[in-house]
Every structure is written in structure tokens, then in C-alpha cells.
């Protein structure tokens, strides 16, 4: 007698083992359709973390799902990928176009600013792949062989830092020399020492006079070595002598 009852609760005990699987299986769609919900913006990178993790959980032995690509694996998967991928490159293409745009308006400006005013002589403002290029000559703000600014120069240098804050990028300011050596008595050691204090000055004017934030400037001097025309003529060694404040579009 003892032995039939310890049968039927072992058969009884059997036939319910189904309710731990399906408890199990609604525990985890409820985790998963919470996650989904909580997700205010869709990141690739998660989803498949969470979709490995499911497919892994229905793929077991044990699990009630016959085994395949689970519930959000294989096609839908690539799908999802291939969606996100494109709204993030429709993102960067707005992006892109929208800073073009700014680039243009700006160039357009200094440009106009340089017409109205008669400056086609001292400076230019050109489009160039690294960004908007605009060269001062260096007559224009300097005086011979020095690196302190004339004050006929600050009103254009006003007008640059007055647009340099809707382009939001970094802005290179590069001094150059013709390749005569400096006469004796100067102050600097060389041209790599002058073109460096130049465009120092400049920089410390748009962040000291102009009030702009330091972290988007970097200054540097290059001497001679990169004439825009031989240093062959005096008119040549004039073009080359210049400071270049590049608006750069990488930054």
C-alpha cells in the first residue's frame, strides 16, 4: 500500500514539472519586454548583447522553444542593425551639411567684410580642404622684423572673432616667413622664433582682447618652410611673409 501511494505523488509530481519551464519562460519575456520599454533610445550594442543572452537562454536543452534562431536573432537582427546603421549616417550627413552651410555663410561674411573695405591687398579669405583660410599680410600687422600688433589691424581681427563662435571648431593660427635672415640686434633668434611670436600675438588677442575661448585656438611658427612662391623676388618674399588663421573643418 505504501508503495503505490509513494508512485501516484511521484507521478503527480512529474506531471507538473511543465509550470517551473513555463514560469521560467514568462519571467523572462516580462525582463525582456521591461528592457525594451526602458530603452528611451535604441542602441545597437545592447540589443545585441540582449538578443544573444535570450537566444541563448530558449536555445537550451531544457527550454519549451525549439531550437533555431530564437526570438530576436538571425534576420531581424540584421534588419535592426542595418536600420540603426543608416539613421546614424543620415545623422552625420545632416550634420555635415549643416556645417558646410555655417562654413560657407562664414566665408561669405570675410569676404564681404574684406570688399567693403578695401583690404583685397592685405588679406584673403579662401576655402580651402583643411577649412576656411584667411591670410593677413604681415605688413598689415606688424611692422618690420616685430610681432607686435598695429592697431590698424584690429578691427578686421574683431570681425574674425565675432564669427568664429558659429563654426564651433578649432582655429589654427600659423605665422611664416620669407627666407632672409633676420638683421642683427632683433630680439628673436631666427624666423622660426618670429613667425612663432606672431601668430602668438595674434592668438593672444582673440583671447585676451576678443575674450574667446583658449581651448579652440592652437598657434604654431613655420618659418620659411612653407612659402606660398618662391623667395625669389622681393614681391614674392612679401607674399610669403604672412599669418594664416585657418577655421579648420576636422576639429
Known sequence: ????????????????????????????????????????????????????????????????????????????????????????????????????????????????????????????????PRGIAVTLNDLFLFDLGRADLKQASYPILNKLASLFPTLNTTISIEGHTDNLPLSTGSVYKDNWGLSNERSLSVLRYFIYNAKLDPKKFVSTGYGDTRPVVDNDTPENRAKNRRVEIVLLREG
Open 1 to 128: 500500500m505504501a508503495r503505490r501511494n509513494k508512485k501516484k505523488a511521484a507521478e503527480h509530481e512529474n506531471n507538473e514539472r511543465w509550470l517551473i519551464t513555463y514560469a521560467d519562460l514568462i519571467t523572462l519575456l516580462l525582463i525582456f519586454f521591461v528592457i525594451m520599454y526602458s530603452m528611451s533610445k535604441i542602441d545597437v550594442a545592447k540589443y545585441e548583447v540582449i538578443a544573444q543572452v535570450l537566444n541563448f537562454t530558449f536555445q537550451k536543452a531544457d527550454s519549451p522553444i525549439p531550437a533555431g534562431q530564437g526570438v530576436v536573432g538571425g534576420a531581424n537582427l540584421a534588419k535592426f542593425k542595418e536600420n540603426g546603421d543608416k539613421s546614424r549616417s543620415d545623422k552625420m550627413q545632416e550634420d555635415l551639411a549643416e556645417k558646410e552651410k555655417r562654413f560657407a555663410d562664414t566665408l561669405e561674411k570675410i569676404q564681404e567684410y574684406i570688399q567693403q573695405n578695401n583690404l583685397e591687398t592685405q588679406i584673403s579669405a579662401t576655402n580651402t
